[in-house]
């Protein structure tokens, strides 16, 4: 089974036959946090993204955009709001949006745009503030579940992805700052 935080890698692997096209689900969509540690003098709950622009802020961490779709939509949120040009020049890119939560809760970062699941997450939790970014200002992170064609437990990975279509798993979603989508496709 492969679990994606980007539906596109899943849709490929089915344009290249390597999956079971009818075992494609949506399982959550992320959401994107503006996060800093409790330290931090900045106001991210209220001065938003207006708080990236405080000169206190030297590193502002993101996950890679030219792979991780977290860090795209972190750079679409910054155009939003029409500050990306002002901060690239201190943007510092994890290889991965985890990756880029660690930049910031170590301090190697002032400030970070993360999933709203790591601000959740029990090891962050209490451990920083963070501002919503609105789901409007970047492209919807649908994250999706597919069945590899060879795989040696594919009855564990039916029971599996029809778990995550169950109340319980989208409240476990839920509570870690997803969204479930609606429909699927």
Not at 8 to 29: C, H
Not at 33 to 53: F, G, I, K, N, Y
Not at 106 to 116: D, E, F, M, R
Not at 154 to 176: G, H, I, W
């Amino acid at each position: 089974m492969f679990l994606s935080a980007d539906e596109d890698y899943p849709k490929k692997l089915i344009e290249a036959g390597l999956v079971e096209p009818s075992s494609f689900y949506r399982y959550a969509i992320g959401r994107l946090v503006l996060w800093t540690p409790e330290s931090s003098l900045l106001d991210v709950e209220h001065r938003a993204m207006d708080s990236l622009l405080d000169p206190a802020v030297k590193k502002i961490a993101i996950a890679n955009p030219q792979h991780a779709p977290y860090g795209r939509a972190a750079v679409a949120a910054l155009r939003h709001y029409g500050i990306y040009e002002k901060v690239a020049d201190r943007l510092v890119l994890g290889e991965n949006v985890s990756q880029a939560a660690q930049f910031v809760e170590s301090g190697n970062a002032q400030v970070g745009i993360v999933a709203l699941a790591h601000a959740l997450a029990p090891t962050m939790k209490g451990k920083g503030r963070y501002w919503e970014i609105p789901a409007d200002s970047y492209p919807t992170l649908h994250q999706a579940a597919i069945i590899l064609s060879r795989s040696s437990t594919r009855k564990e990975a039916v029971e599996f992805l029809n778990y995550l279509k169950t109340s319980p798993a989208t409240d476990v979603f839920r509570r870690y700052g997803f969204s479930v989508p609606k429909e699927n496709p």
